[in-house]
Nanobody, 124 residues
């Protein structure tokens, strides 16, 4: 059973930064292709960023490209999402998910494992 746990959410002013972390049980986490999705109130869950196994490749939604960076922290065994230049429209619950399927993909059906989510609120 894969368990993903997100942390690092909070309240920040527009233009500020936050760093989210996704931790998973098991020593094989570095082999997981992992993504961050987000869901704002009343909206569908949308893809934000993904990182391939061992961190060899990354993928970003146009809405976050140049502001967000996804990376692996081998020491902490986490996949992190550094979010800079945050905007009010980035406000959402952010979810970590593990990809099972071909890389790259953004389809929700290819992500069977999800964390519980962490709230990010950006004030204007």
């Amino acid at each position: 059973q894969v368990q993903l746990v997100e942390s690092g959410g909070g309240l920040v002013q527009a233009g500020g930064s936050l760093r989210l972390s996704c931790a998973a049980s098991g020593r094989t986490f570095k082999t997981y292709r992992t993504a961050w999705f987000r869901q704002a109130p009343g909206k569908e869950r949308e893809f934000a960023a993904a990182i391939s196994s061992w961190g060899g490749g990354t993928d970003y939604a146009d809405s976050v490209k140049g502001r967000f960076t996804i990376s692996r922290d081998s020491a902490k065994n986490t996949v992190d999402l550094q979010m800079n230049s945050l905007k009010p429209e980035d406000t959402a619950v952010y979810y970590c998910a593990r990809l099972v399927g071909d890389w790259p993909t953004r389809a929700l059906t290819n992500f069977p494992y999800w964390g519980q989510g962490t709230q990010v609120t950006v004030s204007s």
